[in-house]
């Protein structure tokens, strides 16, 4: 097996108290020397500057990420230029760059929406210009590991080899299905669509997958500069981004298309195509035309036919768009651009059915489906932060669609960002007023490329061992294609790395930073822990969208401005693997990065059940560590898990109630069903052979995924359990593999499991509630089914309210439990868990003793509502909603209690 060695252990990271501006931020306010001059040309520069963009804003709300940083770069460059001789503007606007934005954390962003809004409605800039975050240094430069000083050629080359492997699933026909579907429909929508997912989820594949039988046209905007596969078409990207104004914007669009279309037209009226035109097979000259644009690809660049078509299209854009400025307009008629690209493609214009034969199986032959597809990747390019045009740039491209409704083509729009969705013309700027009130409608965001394509299919009659489920081949081809293509094309090397490459895709870094920003730690807990954000508050959806963009979370589907965008981190046991790497470094404060998440954004759960997930998560972590293996024994996990007598100082031993020493707990016998047998196993015995494996939590919906015949299934991707909301019996399961090698087959009949119930109630304190146990039957709670032979297991409770911390072991002649034919049908070891402290667990740091408990408290998530600046301010808030807890602000105003 291999292991990862871990670095040393976190450290604590003490809390900013300044809850307006970011850490990142909390330099001292520059005193700068502007001249009243400086500051009415700076109005007055980028108050034209937002004129020129049409830029309106109706409150803070309407203010966006993307208009947040270009506006605060824009700044910087204007008064750059105002000062030239001033070293340290030429500093800030250095300081504004990809990895300073990188570095905005949502909150910093929000405090930044209304400094922005109220420079754009007063006119006046300097506030924005004296805003700390344009004096930040740049965040220090990641330090460097193995994978970023590997050889460039092998990973280039694995990235080349993984987009020429074979197409599996069946997302292409889905998306043509789905293309086919709106363009037929008799209501009419506009033809484009985007395909909104995150990285390495396979949207560019599916793409080319579709051009093998459909005439797709693609377009890469790639920013420049920026890694990533397929390449760049610099030449198009730059052209489209260029600054200009709205019309300008439009102009310049039509003048691309139609261009595009042109030579489109030449290219297929060669001779290479004619056979397959005149007999109107269009799958061949589809696949033809992909095989020219495709030819020589690289990762660094596109091949000579490509790079040539473009740069002739280019050309003649700007030709054409210098005839419109002149007002000689006849050469960018859009239409007659298609009309002669599509008269080719069908050789005779009353064949325009027939040529809809051969499409994607399954696909409808539609007359009303399109014949060319133009396809721009990395789409959010048009929303570039630099030079702030592009923002307006995607909106007139649409608009500049929009004229062409009526032709056989359709547009897709490929990104990782959800905004591309919301590229729309604001109503009263759009003439047509169509795509907002009715004339056309958006087709729905396509976002369903799949997922466990190249996953090894399980089954039963042949079941796997630990020893094949825990590799690196086995993980990385669970989940996105990404990992598994990548695993299967590269050398040695390669293979060996690709947890540190997952890493750096989750952490959209090249190494490990110096400050993992929150963006970061939330992308790493996130494939720890179930987290699931609270979509009705803005700055959670700006979060869950971030997490989309820059950190591998999964978008399930895209709603409309009135329902929200749904989201989720699956199981994906590579990445896990990749944040528990990530995790393990000193500059990752688990417990802090947590309370810094559960303060404002996502669901913070109803028991503590969150803070005991990570409690365990990192118990497990440091039994990996220990044991060297990414398997480890039930007996390694508990101890990990508790702090034990002999582990603490005599006072503090004193202060836990019946802590076990290691060797009494070793030795207990069990709680429940001890007379089963005539010789009962000690916990040691038990449960030395029992291996645990897993890396992960995920939370089904349904409580029958407990069942053992689910929970083995999950085993394969090393996931645990967190239950489904409102079930009383148990909220966490850790299954493990009874009695077993790394050679035992992974059987359902052979697993037992630790389920955990978890209180933050005080009425649960030192003394253990056997009844709290007793509804853990594993047979009730249909963990085992009737008839099953069972398999020991283990039962906690944690009382995470308790005032004193305790340990204990339930004492077999104490637990209440029905009886079987005088025995119980189960054995079970019970453990009550008592107070959040580091006597009890071993996870937490002494020093970090406040934050497990601000946790807990996090945890009452309806306390929130009522905190104030002091006591009475508290209360004056509970007693506006009385009756509702037992706290005497409900109560005090009209109740008293004798």
């Known amino acids: 097996m291999e292991f990862i060695s871990s670095p040393e252990s976190p450290v604590v990271q003490k809390r900013s108290a300044t809850p307006l501006v970011h850490a990142q931020f909390q330099t001292k306010r520059p005193k700068f020397s502007f001249t009243g001059a400086d500051l009415r040309n700076l109005d007055n520069a980028m108050n034209q500057y937002v004129r020129n963009l049409e830029l309106h804003l109706s409150d803070t709300e309407s203010v966006s990420r993307s208009d947040v940083i270009s506006l605060l770069q824009q700044v910087a460059v204007t008064l750059t230029r105002l000062q030239p001789s001033n070293t340290l503007l030429e500093d800030r606007w250095r300081n504004l760059s990809t990895r300073m934005i990188d570095t905005l954390a949502a909150p910093d962003v929000e405090a930044l929406k209304d400094i922005i809004f109220h420079c754009v409605e007063k006119g006046s800039w300097e506030r924005l210009a004296r805003h700390p975050c344009l004096l930040k240094d740049l965040p220090p430069a990641p330090r460097k590991y193995q994978h970023e000083l590997m050889d460039v050629v092998s990973q280039e080359q694995a990235t080349e080899k993984s987009w020429y492997r074979e197409f599996v699933g069946d997302a292409a026909t889905e998306l043509w299905k789905h293309i086919v579907k709106f363009s037929n429909s008799p209501k009419p929508y506009a033809r484009f669509c985007a395909i909104v997912q995150s990285s390495g989820m ?71 195509f004619q056979r397959a035109l005149e007999g109107h097979d269009m799958r061949r000259v589809a696949s033809a035309f992909r095989a020219r644009m495709s030819d020589g690809m690289t990762f660094r660049s596109h091949g000579p036919f490509r790079e040539a078509f473009y740069q002739r299209v280019i050309a003649d854009a700007k030709k054409i768009y210098l005839n419109i400025e002149a007002g000689t307009n006849e050469l960018y008629d859009l239409g007659r651009a298609f009309e002669r690209l599509r008269t080719i493609l069908q050789n005779r214009p009353e064949l325009g059915s027939s040529i809809l034969e051969a499409r994607p199986p399954k ?57 591309i969705t919301r590229s729309t013309k604001p109503r009263d700027h759009d003439a047509s007023l169509r795509i907002v009130i009715g004339d056309f409608m958006s087709v729905p965001t396509f976002t369903l490329t799949g997922f466990d394509q190249l996953a090894r299919v399980i089954d039963n009659s042949t079941p796997r061992c ?111 693997e990749a944040a528990y790497l ?99 196993h000690t916990f040691r015995e038990t449960f030395t052979k029992c291996l645990c494996y897993f890396n992960h939590f995920v939370k089904p919906h349904q409580h029958c995924i407990i069942n053992r015949k689910y929970l083995a299934a999950l085993y394969h991707r090393g996931a645990a359990v967190l239950c489904t ?142 905190q104030g600046q002091n006591e009475r301010e508290a209360e004056s808030r509970m007693s506006m909603n009385p009756g509702m807890a037992e706290d005497d602000g409900h109560w005090s105003k009209w109740m008293r209690f004798t």
């Open 202 to 272: 396979g949207k560019s594949r599916l793409v080319d997958e579709l051009s093998k039988t459909t005439l797709v046209i693609p377009i890469n905007l790639r920013e420049r500069g920026t890694a990533g596969f397929p390449p760049a078409d610099d030449q198009v990207r730059d052209y489209l981004s260029e600054i200009a104004p709205a019309q300008d914007l439009y102009f310049r669009h039509c003048a691309f298309l139609a261009a595009l279309f042109s030579q489109t037209a030449e290219t297929v009226a060669e001779d290479a």
């Open 363 to 419: 696909a409808r032959s539609d007359s009303g489906a399109p014949l060319v597809v133009l396809a721009y990747d990395e789409a959010h390019s048009l929303f570039n932060l630099k030079d702030n045009s592009p923002s307006r740039s995607i909106v007139e491209l649409r608009h500049a669609l929009r004229s062409l409704a009526q032709k056989p083509l359709f547009s897709l729009f490929l990104s990782t960002s959800s905004e």
């Open 466 to 576: 630990l020893r094949d489920i825990s590799t690196f081949d086995w993980i990385s081809h669970l989940g996105r294609p990404m990992f598994g293509s990548r695993y299967d094309s590269g050398n040695g090397e390669i293979k060996d790395d690709i947890s540190h490459f997952a890493k750096s895709k989750l952490l959209l870094s090249d190494g490990i930073p110096t400050k993992f920003s929150p963006s970061q730690q939330l992308a790493c807990l996130s494939q720890r822990i179930p987290i699931e954000f609270q979509s009705t508050t803005h700055v959670s959806q700006e979060q869950e969208k971030e997490q989309v963009e820059g950190h591998l979370r999964v978008c399930l589907g895209i709603g409309t401005a009135w329902e929200p965008t749904i989201t989720t981190n699956p199981s994906e046991p590579l990445l896990s």
């Open 582 to 680: 990530a995790m393990g470094f000193q500059e990752f404060d688990a417990p802090n990065a947590l309370k810094g998440l559960l303060d404002f954004s996502i669901n913070k759960g109803d028991r503590g059940e969150t803070l005991t997930l990570l409690l365990i998560t990192l118990a497990r972590d440091a039994a990996v560590r220990a044991a060297n293996d990414r398997i480890f024994s039930v007996v390694q996990l508990i101890t990990h898990l508790f702090r034990l007598s002999e582990e603490m100082k005599e006072d503090e031993a004193e202060r836990v109630l019946n802590c076990p020493t290691l060797l009494d707990f070793m030795r207990s016998s069990p709680s429940i069903g001890s007379e089963r047998s005539s010789n009962p």
């Open 725 to 866: 909301n409102n079930r009383e019996a148990v909220d966490i399961v850790v299954p493990f593999l009874h009695d077993a090698t790394l050679d035992t087959p992974i059987e359902s009949a052979r697993f037992g499991a630790i389920l955990c119930q978890v209180k933050n109630d005080q009425r649960y304190g030192n003394k253990p509630n056997l009844d709290l146990f007793e509804v853990m039957d594993p047979y009730e709670i249909n963990l085992f089914d009737e008839g099953d032979e069972p398999i020991p297991i283990i039962r906690i409770v944690f009382a995470l309210a308790a005032t004193t911390p305790s340990l204990q072991v339930i004492e077999p002649e104490v637990v209440a439990s029905p009886v079987l034919d005088n025995a119980v049908p189960f054995v079970a070891y019970d453990i009550w868990c008592a107070g959040i402290s580091p006597s009890v667990f071993r996870p937490i740091d002494d020093r970090q003793q406040n934050v497990w408990a601000a946790l807990l408290q996090a945890s009452y998530g309806w306390r929130t509502l009522y």
